[in-house]
């Protein structure tokens, strides 16, 4: 079983920065895809970014290209997202995942393990 714990939410202004981090305990999950997913209020959970198991095929929604970046560190069982010129309408709860398939992917049905999220507030 794989936990994943979240961190680095937070408040902060419109074009503002902020650090997600996930740290996964339980087993490794170096071989695993891990992805960011978030959900605002009255909406649906939606994908952000992606990152297959080498570091490979990192993947973003076009509403973040461009400003979002994901990475991660297999020897310390980390992923993290960093996040630039934030808006308002990132506002959301910010959820990792991990895909026991190796290559990143969008579809949050495809992701076996979640975090319990952390919360992204984008003031204007």
């Known amino acids: 079983q794989v936990q994943l714990v979240e961190s680095g939410g937070g408040l902060v202004q419109a074009g503002g920065s902020l650090r997600l981090a996930c740290t996964a305990s339980?087993?490794?999950?170096?071989?695993?895809?891990m992805g960011w997913f978030r959900q605002a209020p009255g909406k649906e959970r939606e994908f952000v970014a992606g990152i297959s198991w080498n570091g490979a095929n990192p993947r973003f929604a076009d509403s973040v290209k461009g400003r979002f970046a994901i990475s991660r560190d297999n020897a310390k069982n980390s992923v993290t997202l960093q996040m630039n010129s934030l808006k308002p309408e990132d506002t959301a709860v910010y959820y990792c995942a991990a895909s026991r398939t190796s290559y990143s992917s969008t579809a949050a049905e495809n992701y076996n393990y979640w975090g319990q999220g952390t919360q992204v507030t984008v003031s204007s």
């Open positions: 339980g087993r490794t999950v170096t071989s695993y895809a």
